[in-house]
């Protein structure tokens, strides 16, 4: 199995035990030391299997000429055209002599952060290229060995910064047996020139989640892809808000990255809380550029997507229709009283009279109201039957009828609010 040492080391244990074909690579970044997950490789050939018992524990650091020189991984400034030598020192730890294979690749940021170089199945194309080492180095049991490296950029490289590494590798097993264990660092190399670091946002996608509870607010699940189109490494920090015409914002920042190399794209996903999911909705991503730990580089603005749509909330709807019918319903029984009031006000000063004079009448004289069918207009019968005594009393003043005579039977009551002649 394979463990990293404290700093920049890594240990080998050659009980396999049946492991199959498996890298472990262990490198500096800015903020941790992580591994990748197992990639293939081929074993070098001239490492010998040590003693089944014997582990083997190594480091590797950026050095002088004379040593380790307590850089943690190397950020150079270079012309294009230009030729440095630097130097690596690899320790064996362990208690037996072992030979290592160095390797040099293309540096690249893994989705949690974490740099890492190419595996051996991938080819390099920028600054993994412009570094020449040895192939291997044997290193007996508690020794250094410093070994010499050229970096040669080219001509044409392009300004800005562009990632590489070196590691240690210590291939054991054979067959499906095989395990192969790199430790190393990083190369950052900065090539001289127009320096334009610049951010942007692609891909911005909203959910939004209404509440089944109208009186709660909803929510806004944000998807959206944060590219470094740039030259320059930049750290970089979200801010999400959603808001409306007539509600407040509701505002979330999601988690900063700390370096995105050139080139790099980051999708992140934000949830944003207490959002008003009602009527016109938007919400923007803002893109704030973060500088990145040892480095001055001009920082560019604020970058923004914005998302805009209509959202019919339909728990909310209900509760507005069902208020809106009640209201309805009150305001028509008022006007329905109203005009039944209205209705009434013609016959209110000489209905009282009418009713005094018949009151000691027999109804019979009148003609029978069990027939008769009157409009009710209000609920109160004692109103009815006034107005329905005022339309006989106007009947009988009209007709040729006088006193002591009976109504005729084929003359009806005409109902409440038809022409009485």
């Not at 020449?132 to 970096?151: H, L, N």
Request: no cysteine; aromatic share 6%; net charge neutral.
């Amino acid at each position: 199995m394979m463990k990293a040492a404290s700093g920049v080391g890594g240990t080998l244990s050659t009980r396999v035990l049946g492991v199959l074909l498996a890298v472990t690579t262990v490198f500096l970044a800015p903020t941790i030391a992580s591994a990748v997950p197992p990639l293939a490789a081929a074993p070098a050939a001239d490492t010998p299997a040590p003693a089944s018992d014997d582990p083997i524990t190594w480091a590797v650091e950026p050095s002088n000429a004379s040593g380790p020189d307590g850089r943690r991984w190397m950020e150079i400034d270079l012309n294009a055209g230009q030729r440095l030598t630097e130097h690596l020192a690899v320790r064996n730890l362990g208690s037996v002599p072992a030979t290592f294979s160095l390797v040099a690749a293309d540096g690249y940021l893994t989705k949690d952060g974490s740099f890492t170089i190419l595996p051996s199945t991938q080819t390099s194309k920028d600054a993994g290229t412009w570094i020449s080492i040895k192939d291997s180095v044997r290193v007996e049991p508690g020794a250094t060995a410093v070994v010499p490296f050229e970096i040669l950029v080219p001509g044409d490289a392009t300004p800005g910064d562009h990632p590489a590494g070196i590691a240690a590798t210590l291939t054991t097993g054979a067959g499906a047996a095989t395990l192969e264990g790199r430790v190393g660092f990083r190369v950052m190399m900065r090539v001289r020139g127009e320096i334009a670091p610049k951010l942007a946002i692609t891909g911005l996608k909203v959910d939004y989640e209404t509440s089944a509870n109208p009186f709660s607010l909803g929510k806004a699940h944000v998807s959206y892809t944060m590219t470094n189109t740039g030259n320059a490494r930049l750290g970089a920090q979200a801010t999400v808000s959603s808001r409306t015409k007539w509600g407040p914002a509701a505002i979330e920042k999601a988690d900063a990255f700390t370096e995105l190399m050139p080139g790099d794209s980051r999708s992140q996903s934000v949830t944003v809380d207490r959002v008003w999911t009602f009527g016109s909705v938007t919400t923007a991503v803002t893109v704030k550029a973060l500088p990145v730990k040892g480095l001055t580089s001009e920082l560019p603005g604020d970058v923004s997507a914005k998302n805009s749509t209509w959202i019919s909330p339909v728990p909310q709807l209900i509760v507005v229709g069902a208020l809106a019918l009640l209201a309805l319903i009150a305001v028509l029984r008022w006007r329905r009283r109203r005009a039944a009031q209205d209705s009434l006000a013609p016959f209110r000063g000489r209905t009282t009279s009418m009713e005094r004079s018949f009151a000691d009448e027999p109804v019979g004289r009148y003609g029978s109201f069990d027939d008769l069918e009157v409009a009710t207009y209000v609920d109160e019968e004692r109103t009815a039957l006034m107005r329905v005594r005022a339309l006989q009393a106007e009947r009988m003043a009209e007709s040729d009828l006088g006193d002591g005579q009976d109504w005729p039977s084929d003359t009806t009551i005409p109902r409440p609010g038809s022409d009485p002649r």
